[in-house]
């Protein structure tokens, strides 16, 4: 049973608009959370993370919200740059975890 | 600065031949190692961890075996390659407390 979803497999936008990437999860017991991007061929990188003791973390262009009762968060980034088409995976952990649980990921494609 | 090499970069490899890929992480000691692998359209599985030399958790049953023998060094491994074992294999670290990873640039492995 997968714990961290993230059911839009792609998603396309056009350039200069916001991007939402969603991600859901199920144990109620996740207290961080990161996002990650990865180009093609290359390992991802991280972009932004969140704990639950905010319900927002801002960086730049990239907003992440954590909706803590809905066990979800989303990822915006405003303005979408061409530069930003790439997968982005979620990943989750709790405070006694060794390891974060990542979701499928949601391949952008900003179009120009 | 911490730096972490994995390779190599990609990889053909016929059924039934073995697999040695190897990483290793530079500046940074008692880091905890992680293989992870993403097959085509799906997210990043975790393969092995450990924590320490010659400590390997394996996540999944599978066809694929992990050794620490060094400190910075964490080796992914298969005495007989399947089909299903291709992918995009990552290896990553983090410290203790930390709260996140650092991915390598990754192996392309193609069995054919």
């Known amino acids: 049973d997968q714990q961290v979803k993230q059911n839009s497999p792609s998603l396309s936008v056009q350039e200069g608009r916001i991007s939402i990437l969603n991600c859901d999860y199920t144990n109620s017991m996740f207290d961080y959370f990161l996002w990650y991007k990865k180009y093609p061929a290359e390992g991802p990188t991280f972009l932004i993370s969140?704990?639950?003791?905010?319900d927002k973390n801002e960086d730049g262009r990239f907003t992440v919200f954590l909706n803590k009762s809905a066990k979800h968060l989303s990822l915006h980034i405003v303005p979408s740059q061409p530069g930003d088409s790439a997968v982005y995976f979620c990943?989750?952990?709790?405070?006694?975890?060794?390891?974060?649980?990542f979701g499928p990921g949601t391949r952008l494609s900003v179009l120009p | 600065s911490q730096t972490i090499h994995q390779w190599p970069a990609t990889l053909v490899q016929p059924v039934g031949s073995p697999l040695s890929l190897e990483c290793t992480v530079e500046?940074?000691?008692?880091?905890?190692l992680y293989w992870y692998r993403q097959a085509a359209g799906r997210g990043l599985q975790l393969l092995f961890y450990s924590v320490g030399i010659g400590q390997i958790s394996s996540e999944v049953p599978q066809n694929l075996s992990a050794s620490r023998p060094q400190d910075r060094q964490f080796i992914l491994s298969s005495k007989k390659l399947l089909l299903s074992d291709s992918g995009f294999y990552l290896c990553?670290?983090?410290?203790?407390?930390?709260?996140?990873?650092?991915f390598g640039s990754g192996t392309r492995l193609t069995v054919v």
């Open positions: 990943a989750a952990k709790d405070n006694y975890g060794q390891n974060f649980v």
């Open positions: 500046g940074t000691s008692n880091p905890n």
């Open positions: 969140i704990s639950s003791i905010k």
């Open positions: 990553a670290w983090s410290v203790l407390d930390s709260l996140g990873y650092t």
